[in-house]
């Protein structure tokens, strides 16, 4: 028989410090300790919402990352938001509570082969959807979210040519709102966004006529042409809560409806469904892998940690202040 491993599996608690039961009342004491602060995706269990410090969009978190003055930021959220709030905190410890919550997005746009397939576009002006990792992110001109895409392209002058990675359908979307035919697109999705059913979507709104589909850019045209209105994870919030609909189907991640029923308390809620529905399709498995318990082991280990190269941060970050100063 071969040696017997004694390392720890990674995330794993150590014997000699059990997990305890009053996880919330130590995630507070933990954070006072570290001088932390927890940043949440709208996309988060609904406990680790309640438990942030910060909930928002990519956007609205990159900008608490750039504005904190913590000592460490714990991100819960996938692999490329926390790569993101290390790539604007190079001083400061970032840590992810799980880091194998990754993005289809992400994982769609590997760096070098991406970096080849731009060598067909050397004219070209590379934007990129913040949904990419470091790597790409510093083979790019300029970041964009969900939230400030389309005023971003059409802040670039006309008539110079742009990719767009690595999401077709917002890049889609953002063709269809400028009026830019000179867009090349990277075709990237997300899993969860592509799972939804026209059919069922309109099975849905024949049930309940009163209702307003609102719905994510990175869903597929056919969700889309549905939708009275498409916008962020915070302008369809904000759009909820404004609106004088009694009912919304969601179409985006279902982990949103927590938020959302927060900020529109007397209005119904829908999830958009998938076309199989006997599974949670409707729900990121990347962002699923953070939970209380494993928040806390981040924050009582600072592990699983973000690093990054320094000339990597640097190439990354520039394309990222450029968002960032025209989102001002």
């Known amino acids: 028989m071969g040696p ?19 996880l919330e009342e130590q995630i507070h004491r933990l954070k006072k300790e570290r001088n932390a602060v927890l940043l949440a995706h709208y996309y988060q269990e609904s406990e680790v919402q ?7 969009d990519s956007l609205q978190l990159s900008q608490a990352a750039k504005k904190t003055k913590a000592d460490v930021i714990c991100f819960a959220g996938v692999h490329f938001m926390a790569e993101t709030a290390k790539i604007l905190n190079p001083d400061r410890i970032v840590v992810v509570p799980d880091m194998e919550a990754g993005c289809s997005l992400a994982d769609g746009c590997p760096a070098p082969v991406f970096r080849e397939w731009l060598k067909d576009y050397p004219d070209h002006l590379v934007v990129s959807y913040i949904n990419c990792s470091a790597e790409v992110k510093a083979l790019s001109d300029i970041i964009c979210t969900s939230s400030n895409a389309a005023r971003i392209v059409s802040a670039l002058p006309r008539g110079q040519k742009i990719v767009f990675a690595p999401d077709k359908h917002l890049g889609r979307f953002v063709k269809k709102q400028t009026g830019r035919d000179d867009i090349i697109l990277w075709q990237g999705t997300c899993v969860v966004h592509e799972t939804f059913s026209e059919r069922k979507l309109i099975e849905i709104m024949a049930r309940h006529p009163e209702a307003e589909v609102i719905a994510h850019p990175e869903c ?28 919304f189907i969601v179409a985006t991640e279902a982990g949103i409806l927590h938020k959302m029923a927060k900020e529109a308390p007397t209005k119904r809620l829908i999830a958009a469904p998938p ?19 494993k928040v806390y082991l981040a924050l009582r280990d600072l592990q699983p940690r973000i690093e990054i190269e320094e000339n990597l941060r640097a ?10 100063a025209m989102s001002a």
Do not use: W
Not at 50 to 56: H, I, Y
Not at 315 to 324: Q, S, V, Y
């Open 275 to 293: 076309e199989d529905e006997s599974c949670a399709c409707n729900k990121c498995p990347h962002m699923r892998r953070n939970t209380i318990k």
């Open 4 to 22: 017997v491993s004694l390392m720890r599996p990674a995330g794993q608690p150590r014997p000699e410090e059990p997990v305890p039961l009053d």
């Open 315 to 324: 190439r990354a970050l520039a394309p990222i202040e450029r968002m960032l």
């Open 50 to 56: 309640d438990l942030a410090d910060f909930v928002g």
């Open 220 to 247: 597929e045209e056919a969700i889309l042409r549905h939708a009275k209105f498409v916008g962020s994870t915070s302008a369809l919030i904000e759009h909820a809560r404004k609106s004088a609909a009694p009912v």
